[in-house]
């Protein structure tokens, strides 16, 4: 089906945090890819295990986190077991990443322009008077007015959209191939949340850029991204074009959380409701994790665990669509 | 700035007048000072005389006033167990008390900031170990044990080190130093390193502590997903987030240094004001006793200025430009 | 029946809530901490040979018929000229220098103890009051706690001590040493508790519940004690402990200055203050066993302070 190598491949991602009462495991053998210029959504509910897989991605997991299986392959080479130098010569330069709050984000002892000109001096072989130069571009280009004044400038100084957008500039100013942003617009005001997203889209498209897209609005991946993967305890229940996902969901839960989405123009009488909550990650039943919950849960589901079963353009890992399609 | 460094000044002056208030009330306890100056045979005009000429007769506000106008002066008066001027006292003394302090605030510093960066970043080290459970032990010895300790080994025993005085020391106009002759500069060593430790263990504390807290921030895991390298990462952007508090502390513990030097003073027979200030209180000397606290609350003061300029100098939170904050 | 039953659930809750216990993540790093474990034996078997060192002690130091002078300067026990009954030697009065540790650890603890409650209530009630009055009060108590934490503990403590010499005569003074180094020390300390009390305060009061209950109309203060106060029996608890520490500290520095204790009821400090003076002479145990009780003591508070905090904030570690 592909035609090049993918930019991303993760293959059986296992993500462990040793405690003193066992093992959780909180991203569990999780495996997808990403295209090179391609937009991945990633949702889910808190706790599903998506910021994890980004921050396993990037090599930053906090410990005693740790990566306890599979593979994470950067076009083409392992990047799961590199040396922390050679790890961080990736970060920035070829992997960028964006933070949910950009208010933390920025240290608040060092001007922006700072900020940009030690990340750029870090990846490119610029001089700091060219570095400033790109910084300024970089600053104009994530739509910050004057930004020959606001350089000099100290976070404090910003608003939390504006702070968003130097957020934004410092991942893309080493040109990354790929982008993880982490809820980029959960702690913004919602009048400010379309433009950031926009802008991201954007300068994604215009870069060449592939981002993977960790959220929990649906809205936000209907309007940006070209695939989506549903995330569920861990695990990811569904992954499959944008489109395909939001308009015809195969897993239960997918369906429940499209449910519960208002939608404009629909006829809908009332938002569906998913009984219940999340499992805690020490609770995971056996079988599919979503068993308990499930208004469609048969026998097989409380005692094997699905692999994902490719449905025409999208995969799910769900009992009811076994024997419809070959495995992926 | 101004207006910051006015409202501090203003702050400071009331500070200085409430110490001098309870510095002039030491003098009201203490019954009539006249029978501390005149023996109990005196005549009752002598009395009345001595009472006159030293304002005694007045109201409590103004004789409140003029004591501050006196000390405003550098008038102290004059002590009752020497029979000197207490100015003149105090003069000689001070220098003594300063380099001790000086060199054990410098030697707290350069040993102890490092420990604690060194101890914050290597945390599960066992170096770092060992050095946190020897810290324990530095803030359990008691500054006067610590003393006996160093002149037990170092004096009586080893024989290598003076264990009381200053030693030679060379006058530079109304200034004594121990820096200029190497007996002066031997007759130090014990003392500094008696009055450091204490503070030696608990900056080293404090900085590992900020710098824990601070690793743990969202700016430190996005300058590392930025792909900085760990130099730039720990010493630019940890460390200078870990020195603001450090500095207020640090600013503190010089104060602590003063009133320590009083027990380090007494072990090591060190001529300086907190040997005076200590026979001071044991022989109810009021004059000495109001005047060492007035002059030290002056120095903290001082100290407490420098502390918040320099605050202002790291922090540019605090140099807020109010016009700027929340431009769009 | 109804009475056995009762106590059968109160039996059962005791039960429970030991279980409970054991099971905590408290216990949990203490079993895992060997030096925590002997931290606390240490501080157990120092205070327990303190607090009944009238029995305990194998002299009574107080006695002076008990006293022989041509006992005195014995080394210890294991030294050529130490006598068996004097397992760390006499000091210069011929008094058994263990004993002195034990009485004297003794008043250091009681001083130690009595101080930090002090701390803990002027602390607790002004931290409440002026994080629950908030406005002029507020800022005047916390002006008040800036300026004096400005100020080193032993310099407040020395001119409160001070201000009793001068103001008390020196019979009386003698008398009320005690208290007023325990005044003294405590009034020295109270900030921290204040600033966590009142942080606490600033916190709940904001939140909805308290609102709420201020709506169906409960009185403020009782809010104040019945949700606001259990919050803060943790970090209380750490401070109080570090707190505990210093205070022995800052009392047996004041007694080594010779401004603490009446020399009546000698602490650790003031026998290091008597042991001093003979140092240069030889008769170095006269300072080093009541030095090294007093590090130990210290210490094993310290350690244990720093091992609670860590325990109730996890977040630290």
New interface residues.
């Given amino acids: 089906m592909r035609a090049n190598r993918p930019l991303l491949e993760v293959d059986r991602l296992r993500v462990e945090f040793p405690t003193?009462r066992g093992t959780l495991v909180a991203v569990d053998e999780i495996s997808f890819h990403i295209d090179p210029g391609e937009v991945l959504g990633v949702v889910g509910e808190s706790g599903a295990g998506k910021s994890l897989t980004g921050s396993a991605i990037?090599g930053?997991l906090e410990p005693p986190g740790r990566i306890a299986g599979g593979r994470i392959l950067f076009d083409g080479s392992r990047i799961d077991d590199l040396p922390?130098e050679q790890m961080?010569?990736?970060?920035?330069?070829q992997i960028?990443?964006v933070?949910q709050?950009p208010l933390?984000?920025?240290?608040?002892?060092?001007?922006v322009g700072r900020q940009l000109i030690?990340?750029i001096t870090?990846?490119l072989d610029l001089s700091e008077g060219q570095a400033r130069k790109r910084a300024i571009e970089l600053l104009a280009e994530v739509g910050i007015p004057a930004p020959e004044r606001r350089i000099d400038?100290?976070p404090?100084?910003f608003?939390g959209?504006?702070r968003q957008r130097v957020?934004i500039a410092?991942?893309l100013c080493?040109n990354p191939r790929l982008i993880i942003a982490d809820e980029p617009t959960t702690a913004l005001d919602v009048s400010i949340q379309a433009q950031i997203i926009a802008l991201l889209k954007k300068l994604c498209r215009e870069h060449g850029t592939a981002v993977m897209l960790v959220t929990h609005d649906m809205g936000v991946i209907a309007e940006t991204a070209d695939r989506v993967a549903v995330m569920y305890a861990g695990r990811i229940a569904e992954i499959g074009p944008a489109r395909q996902v939001i308009k015809q969901p195969l897993h239960p839960y997918t369906v429940g959380l499209m449910g519960s989405i208002p939608m404009v123009g629909t006829d809908a009488d009332r938002l569906v409701q998913i009984e219940g909550a999340m499992p805690r990650l020490t609770e995971i039943p056996p079988g599919c994790a979503f068993n308990p919950r499930c208004p469609k849960v048969f026998e097989r589901c409380r005692h094997d665990r699905p692999d994902l079963i490719r449905v025409g353009p999208a995969s799910t890992a769900c009992w009811l669509y076994d024997g419809q399609a070959g495995h992926d | 700035m101004l207006a910051f460094i006015v409202r501090r000044l203003i702050q400071s002056i009331i500070v200085m007048l409430a110490v001098a208030f309870i510095a002039f009330s030491l003098f009201q306890f203490t019954g009539d000072p006249i029978n501390n100056m005149v023996g109990p045979e005196a005549s009752a005009e002598t009395r009345q005389l001595l009472r006159e000429r030293l304002g005694l007769d007045k109201p409590f506000p103004i004789q409140f006033l003029h004591f501050v106008g006196n000390v405003v002066q550098g008038e102290f008066g004059v002590s009752y167990r020497l029979g000197m001027k207490v100015e003149d006292i105090l003069v000689q003394r001070l220098p003594a008390t300063l380099e001790l302090v000086a060199v054990a605030a410098l030697l707290a510093l350069a040993v102890g900031v490092p420990l604690g960066v060194y101890t914050g970043l290597h945390r599960y080290g066992a170096v770092s170990r060992l050095m946190l459970t020897l810290s324990l032990v530095g803030i359990s010895l008691p500054t006067f044990l610590i003393g006996i300790l160093l002149i037990l080994v170092f004096a009586v025993w080893l024989g290598w080190l003076p264990s009381f005085g200053r030693g030679k020391v060379v006058s530079i106009g109304w200034w004594t130093t121990n820096f200029t002759s190497w007996d002066g500069f031997r007759s130090i060593i014990l003392p500094a390193i008696t009055l450091s430790l204490f503070q030696m263990t608990l900056i080293m504390r404090l900085v590992r502590a900020e710098m824990l807290e601070v690793l743990r921030t969202d700016y430190i895991k996005f300058a590392r997903a930025r792909g900085l390298t760990n130099r730039a990462v720990n010493f630019g952007h940890a460390l200078k987030n870990t020195l603001v508090p450090v500095i207020t502390i640090t600013g503190l513990q010089i104060g602590a240094l003063i009133a320590f030097a009083i027990i380090t003073e007494t072990v090591f027979q060190w001529p300086g004001m907190g040997l005076l200030f200590l026979q001071a209180i044991q022989f109810v000397d009021i004059p000495v006793m109001s005047s060492y606290l007035v002059l030290v609350a002056f120095l903290f003061v001082i100290i407490n200025l420098v502390v918040d300029l320099l605050y202002y100098a790291v922090d540019p939170r605090l140099r807020i430009d109010r016009a700027a904050v929340g431009a769009h | 029946m109804t009475e056995m039953h009762a106590s059968a659930t109160v039996g059962g809750r005791t039960v429970d809530l030991i279980r409970r216990f054991l099971d905590s993540d408290v216990f949990h790093s203490f079993k895992r901490s060997p030096v925590v474990m002997v931290a606390f034996c240490v501080a157990m078997i120092f205070f327990a040979g303190a607090f009944f060192s009238p029995w305990l002690a194998p002299h009574n130091t107080f006695d002076a018929s008990t006293l022989n002078l041509m006992d005195a300067f014995r080394p210890p026990a294991w030294k050529a000229e130490g006598m068996k009954e004097y397992l760390l030697g006499t000091d210069d009065q011929g008094r058994d220098v263990l004993s002195t540790i034990m009485f004297g650890m003794r008043v250091s603890l009681i001083v130690g103890f009595c101080s930090v409650l002090l701390a803990v209530a002027i602390g607790v009630t002004l931290g409440l009051i002026s994080g629950y009055l908030g406005g002029a009060i507020d800022s005047f108590i916390m002006r008040v706690a800036d300026v004096q934490l400005s100020f080193p503990a032993i310099l407040v403590a020395l001119l409160i001590d001070g201000f009793a010499r001068s103001f008390l005569p020196r019979s009386m003074h003698e008398e009320l040493a005690l208290y007023v180094l325990i005044l003294a020390i405590g009034a020295s300390n109270w900030v921290q508790f204040a600033r966590t009390v009142r942080g606490s305060v600033m916190v709940e009061k904001g939140r909805e519940y308290v609102q709420a209950a201020r709506v169906i109309g409960i009185h403020p203060a009782m809010i104040m004690v019945r949700h606001v106060l259990p919050n803060v029996i943790g970090p209380v608890l750490v401070i109080a402990t570090l707190a505990l520490a210093v205070a022995i500290l800052t009392e047996a520095t004041l007694s080594f200055l010779g401004v603490g204790v009446p020399p009546t009821r000698p602490s650790l400090g003031t026998l290091i203050r008597v042991g001093n003076n003979f140092l240069f002479s030889g008769e170095w145990w006269m300072t080093i066993f009541p030095g090294a009780a007093l590090v130990l003591l210290v210490l094993a508070v310290n350690l244990l302070g720093d091992w609670l905090r860590d325990a109730l904030n996890p977040k630290l570690r």
């Fill in positions: 003193r990037i930053l922390y961080r010569r990736i970060r920035g330069k960028g990443a933070f709050d933390t984000s920025l240290n608040p002892l060092y001007s030690e990340t870090t990846h400038q100290y404090h100084q608003s959209g504006m957020v410092l991942a080493a």
